[in-house]
């Protein structure tokens, strides 16, 4: 498939900034402090149901990813409530994004699809919705829906991309190629939706360069946000019993090793996208490495300090 090349109107930003962050963004959207919260809606995937195939993407374990309020057996509207009390206290003001992040999103009925954002809508201080999803599971259907909702609410679509390399995709069983990738981004964005992309840095086979390089192709579409996590090897998945049996497969970088990468890789991507997060951190009983002892907001301390020592920022490299 050719992607087409997006090029952004407004091509450069304050150097000051060192990069395009999330709390800038949300400040364009909204006159309050905001705040996602995660939400388990039930649903599955089509990786594991045997639509597209069984047995999920090889690093995958979603208790990674999923706060104690989240569970199944609450309604949406409960887990927001929940969500929301963790921080009511210490920021009474403060407005919320329904975060739909466990598996696969948009990947069931259309109407209960609807009910279940329509009921995140309801609650109290909910000004928007994010949904996280695979880029095989958006339908003309729900993308006309989100189309219509945009226009009256906060909405923003975050694919999983995970790669731009077909073979990487195959060998974590991710289930779709790039190419698919590519074009969900490029229609959601087409219907003026927000659209989001996480990858993961670090993937067996993809050395450093080939990670580089890889910035110059997303920088192609038109993304809003990117999310960028280190891989993690995970307890109860398929990766982690690959590392056992081949561990010279694996590159697992130290914090400051991939604090270096995350900054060549943002010199080299388009500078008005906006960088959600650089590292993940999963639960320490389910992690087996890197444990590098971080929290993300230690994490970036450590990448604006090193940006500022070397005279980095956003787009530094980047070639229109």
């Known amino acids: 498939m050719k992607i087409r090349i997006f090029v952004p109107q407004n091509k450069f930003m304050n150097r000051e900034m060192l990069y395009n962050d999330l709390s800038g963004f ?21 990786n594991r149901d045997g639509s597209v195939g069984y047995g999920g993407c090889t690093y995958c374990n979603n208790q990674t990813f999923n706060p104690a309020y989240c569970h199944t057996g609450k309604s949406v509207a409960q887990q927001l409530e929940e ?15 329904a975060y739909f992040q466990a598996y696969t999103n948009t990947y069931g ?38 189309e ?27 289930g779709h190629t790039f190419a698919v990738s590519a074009e969900a981004v490029r229609k959601t964005a087409e219907r003026g939706i927000l659209v989001g992309g996480h990858i993961i840095l670090g993937l067996p086979g993809e050395e450093r360069e080939m990670l580089i390089r ?18 993690q090897l995970i307890k109860g998945t398929r990766m982690a019993s690959e590392y056992v049996k081949e561990p010279e497969a694996f590159h697992l970088y130290t914090a400051d090793e991939y604090v270096d990468l995350v900054i060549d890789y943002i ?6 996208i ?31 300090k090193r940006m500022r020592e070397k005279d980095a920022w956003q787009g530094k490299y980047y070639k229109y």
């Not at 975050?158 to 390399?165: Q, W």
């Open 26 to 46: 949300l400040a364009m959207h909204f006159p309050c402090k905001v705040q996602k919260i995660s939400i388990n809606a039930g649903f599955t995937c089509p």
């Open 214 to 231: 890889q910035a110059g192709v997303l920088s192609q579409l038109p993304l809003t946000t990117l999310k960028l996590h280190q891989l």
């Open 109 to 146: 009925e259309l109407e209960e699809l609807k009910r279940k954002y329509e009921e995140a809508l309801m609650v109290e201080d909910v000004v928007g919705l994010v949904i996280g999803t695979r880029p095989d599971c958006m339908p003309i259907s729900l993308l006309d829906y989100l």
């Open 267 to 272: 010199e080299h991507l388009r500078p008005d």
């Open 83 to 97: 969500g929301k009390r963790f921080f009511v206290r210490k920021y009474p003001e403060m407005k919320y994004l």
């Open 274 to 304: 906006v960088l959600e997060r650089f590292v993940s951190q999963s639960p320490k009983e389910l992690l087996i490495a890197p444990d590098w002892g971080l929290k993300n907001y230690e994490f970036t301390d450590k990448v604006k």
């Open 148 to 174: 219509d909702l945009g226009k009256r609410t906060f909405v923003l679509v975050e694919y999983g991309i995970e790669s731009t390399d077909d073979e990487t995709l195959r060998r974590i069983n991710r």
